[in-house]
């Protein structure tokens, strides 16, 4: 990996110029930078979780969107047609003609980043950009409550601390969530989530995970469990960890027969399943969640305390923070 000078994109019709302010790292892309990714080769602009101000406009830009040169705004990765049946019917996720930032397009660990017009979503001045280029994975956690429905009183299970995971945790206690656990073989990950209130840690190679759960949560078990995970052994897991006929929300990259792309999640109910797609654009219009009202309420914390940064000069050292 290496830092590179290129031409500066420039907007086309409908597309909007952004200025980055902090791009993020997200997991797939250290599997990128060690040459295990199918999905981004050399070579490639990694980014797609990022905040900055618009500095430029293209035109044929609806002035119903209302941008404007400076304003403060993050946007989402997955660019689609907007014209095919899928992203007809909201179903953008689906779209063949669908491109990442990052991946298939130049992303955001650059000076700017280029990005249709109707992918923008403006910030309010409660976020900073620091908080905003979290917006894409918080968008998941919120997805995730939402499906699942957690409300006040609800006891939640979590498997898995990774970023989704440790994300869903501050959006249950949002919601009013009874209690939280989370389990996860990694200890240092299991003190992050106890930071972010989780009101027990459990790592199943130490204890019985099962046996524990349910006696925190009662007999019969959590109300909701939440697989952050995704694989077929922690679903199994998940879903034994549940009160009988409640749901388990499986969070997943991988093909099954029951979605057509990824990322998606799967709602696990009693005697049957019921598969719902994960699309990016319903995902990110839950910004204003966070906003502003949602972050000056106790228990939303925007700003979490695994959040590092490197300097844009030495890549390989986020990546290796990640990587930890």
């Not at 979290?134 to 601390?161: C, F, K, S, T």
């Amino acid at each position: 990996m290496n830092i590179r000078e290129v031409e500066p994109p420039t907007a086309r019709s409908g597309e909007v110029l952004i200025e980055v302010a902090y791009s993020g790292i997200y997991g797939s892309e250290l599997s990128g930078f060690l040459g295990q990714s199918s999905l981004r080769k050399p070579p490639c602009v990694f980014g797609h979780e990022f905040a900055g101000k618009i500095g430029e406009i293209g035109p044929e830009v609806s002035p119903e969107l209302g941008l404007a040169p400076g304003d403060r705004a993050t946007a989402n990765p997955l660019v689609t047609c907007g014209t095919c049946r899928y992203c007809r019917a909201g179903q953008e996720q689906l779209c063949t003609s669908r491109q990442l930032l990052g991946a298939a397009l130049p992303g955001s660990n650059a000076r700017y980043v280029k990005v249709p017009a109707r992918s923008v979503f403006p910030l309010p001045e409660t976020l900073s950009y620091e908080q905003a280029t979290l917006a894409e994975p918080i968008a998941y956690a919120v997805h995730v409550a939402n499906l699942a429905d957690i409300q006040a009183e609800h006891r939640i299970a979590i498997h898995g601390m990774g970023p989704i995971g440790l994300f869903v945790l501050p959006v249950a206690r949002h919601r009013g969530a009874r209690q939280v656990l989370v389990v996860d073989t990694n200890d240092e990950r299991l003190a992050i989530a106890e930071a972010l209130g989780a009101a027990e840690v459990l790592n199943p190679t130490q204890v019985d995970a099962v046996q524990l759960i349910r006696e925190y949560t009662g007999v019969l078990g959590a109300d909701i469990v939440v697989d952050a995970v995704g694989s077929s052994v922690t679903r199994a897991h998940s879903c034994s960890w549940r009160y009988s006929g409640n749901p388990c929300v499986n969070f997943s990259w991988r093909t099954t027969r029951l979605w057509r792309s990824a990322p998606r999640f799967a709602l696990f109910l009693p005697g049957h399943e019921r598969g719902q797609s994960w699309g990016e654009r319903s995902g990110m219009s839950v910004i204003p969640e966070t906003s502003p009202s949602a972050a000056q309420s106790p228990g939303w914390r925007p700003k979490i305390p695994y959040s590092d940064n490197a300097p844009i000069p030495e890549p390989p050292m986020g990546l290796r923070l990640v990587e930890r």
